[in-house]
């Protein structure tokens, strides 16, 4: 069973930048959609970016679009989030989703079967 491993966050100030790494841990990432989501205190689990196995599909939410880059790495088997100009609104825990999928990206919380544990990201104003 696939488990996703992340890392990279922490405390950074408004307009600063992060990335995020994503690793698996027990098998590969090989033939797996993989999506990037974030949870703010109080707050539901919200979609972030997603990348189809090829990396050659790309999905963003509206509030990250030209900010944020997802990226992956297939021969070193990890998923990135690149951050940048971040907002204190962009403060959150943010998790790695994964999914066999042959083809195509995968935008809906509900349709991913594995996730990380999360990382914290901490944008202060």
């Known amino acids: 069973q696939v488990q996703a491993v992340e890392s990279g966050g922490g405390l950074v100030q408004a307009g600063g930048s992060l990335r995020l790494s994503c690793a698996p841990s027990?098998?590969?990432?090989?033939?797996?959609?993989m999506g990037w989501f974030r949870q703010a205190p109080g707050k539901e689990r919200e979609f972030v970016a997603a990348?189809?196995?090829?990396?050659?599909?790309?999905y963003y939410a509206d509030s990250v679009k030209d900010r944020f880059t997802i990226s992956r790495d297939n021969a070193e088997n990890t998923v990135y989030l690149q951050m940048n100009s971040l907002k204190p609104e962009d403060t959150a825990v943010y998790y790695c989703a994964a999914q066999h999928i042959i083809a195509g990206a995968i935008t809906a919380i509900d349709e991913y079967d594995y996730w990380g544990q999360g990382t914290q990201v901490t944008v202060s104003s």
């Open positions: 990348i189809s196995w090829s990396g050659s599909s790309t």
């Open positions: 027990g098998r590969t990432f090989s033939n797996y959609a």
